[in-house]
């Protein structure tokens, strides 16, 4: 936006000086919604300092909106889907809304049959034959138009043999009713059974940590099943939405990095009975190889979790999700204990799923801590070379001092030797 409003005022000056010199006037260029919003951030701090908007909310639904959409009878072709997807009131208005519109339809088709056939002039002679006894206006026509369609069936209202359209319209009725109250009982069924209502009952921790465990620095965070009925085929993945630019210079919004939680050793496949402590170890292939404590909070960056399995009870493919921002992530924390051991049963202390403790946590990165240990390493083995070299040092030192002790011995003697011939 800033680079908008600064490309607008050298636009406006340029168009101001074109004014004087000629009477062609240039317009503003209208630049995508998009390309507003994912200019770079480093054109000035007014313009990097900014909230971090959220792409999943902490309750699993995506924040996007999806606007522009022209192919709109896309929604029509799958109308099934387009209903259970809607909100219960326009879902209940709709259901009544197709009851009533049939009805009152066929309804219509009824009088007017009985109308044509002049039904309607013969009321009460006992001489003529109608198509269904005891039609005397449009209101009961809608009744019976009810009573087939729902195959309630009084006995009061009744069609004769001696009218064959009514007969047909009856079938159409019949069969039509039968559809619609499949698609529309259908529709209510799946909306109530839907299984993100089960994700009700899946939790995710308020906060995500970052703390050392056997000796390696991870991100964790925790799940939890409210349930006795448990999800079958659990399994847990998460997903890095931080903004990156290539090395081309094309910037990528929302760009979307696995976060490996234990693809490789099968960790990721959960037995969700108790709550459950998700671990990321952060190593070389960890988009946090080289973020430290210090650098965190400046990252503007969102972890999406996402928790699926199927529903026990009904078989159906259930999905939970939550995210993380930066001021989520708590660094040098663990997660309180919430398992203890009973009398014959383990019990969950839910009132402890949320909360965390401080602990000893190094203030480096990944990245740093591994520079560390390696220097830390390197002095070992150098000792022990060092050792061999002054060892070999030494003992050529002695080599030396002793050759040069016998060279003067030597010396001493070869004089004493010329004197005594002298």
Not at 63 to 87: P, Q
Not at 112 to 122: Q, V, W
Not at 182 to 208: D, H, Y
Not at 298 to 318: D, H, Q, R, Y
Request: charged share 25%; glycine share 4%.
């Amino acid at each position: 936006v800033c680079l908008f409003s600064m490309a607008a005022n050298v636009l406006e000056e340029d168009s101001m000086e074109q004014d004087i010199e000629s009477p062609v006037t240039i317009h503003q260029p209208k630049l995508p919604k998009q390309a507003r919003e994912d200019l770079p951030k480093n054109i000035s701090k007014e313009c990097a300092k900014r909230k971090i908007q959220r792409y999943v909310r902490k309750d699993g639904k995506c924040n996007v909106h999806h606007g522009n959409v022209r192919e709109t009878y896309r929604y029509l072709t799958d109308i099934f889907t387009t209903l259970v997807d809607l909100k219960w009131r326009f879902n209940l208005l709709i259901f009544v809304m197709v009851y009533t519109v049939t009805w009152l339809f066929f309804g219509m088709i009824w009088w007017l049959i009985a109308y044509m056939r002049g039904d309607m002039d013969h009321i009460g002679d006992s001489t003529w034959t109608p198509c269904v006894s005891n039609l005397n206006g449009f209101v009961s026509a809608f009744l019976f138009s009810i009573e087939t369609e729902t195959t309630i069936g009084y006995g009061y209202r009744v069609i004769t043999d001696k009218c064959p359209e009514g007969i047909i319209l009856l079938l159409v009725q019949s069969v039509l009713g039968s559809i619609v109250n499949a698609f529309m009982v259908g529709c209510m069924f799946v909306k109530i059974s839907q299984p993100k209502k089960r994700a009700e009952t899946l939790v995710f921790s308020t906060n995500a940590v970052i703390s050392m465990r056997d000796g390696k620095l991870c991100l964790m965070f925790r799940v939890g099943d409210l349930r006795n009925s448990h999800i079958v085929e659990a399994s847990i993945r998460a997903k890095l939405i931080k903004s990156k630019q290539t090395k081309e210079g094309e910037f990528i919004p929302l760009n979307q990095t696995d976060i490996n939680v234990g693809y490789y050793t099968g960790d990721d496949r959960l037995f969700l009975v108790s709550p459950l402590i998700i671990s990321h170890e952060i190593n070389q292939q960890s988009p946090f190889w080289e973020i430290s404590k210090a650098q965190l909070p400046k990252e503007e960056l969102e972890i999406v979790v996402i928790l699926e399995g199927m529903v026990e009870a009904t078989g159906m493919t259930c999905q939970a999700r939550s995210s993380y921002i930066t001021s989520e992530i708590l660094w040098g924390y663990r997660f309180m204990p919430v398992l203890t051991l009973e009398d014959g049963f383990y019990e969950v202390d839910y009132n402890s799923f949320h909360e965390t403790y401080e602990t000893n946590t190094p203030v480096y990165s990944a990245k740093e801590l591994a520079e560390m240990a390696s220097r830390a390493e390197l002095p070992l083995t150098w000792s022990v070379s060092s050792k061999l070299d002054q060892h070999a040092e030494l003992e050529t030192e002695e080599e030396e001092k002793n050759q040069e002790d016998q060279n003067e011995r030597n010396g001493d003697v070869a004089n004493l030797e010329n004197e005594s011939k002298v």
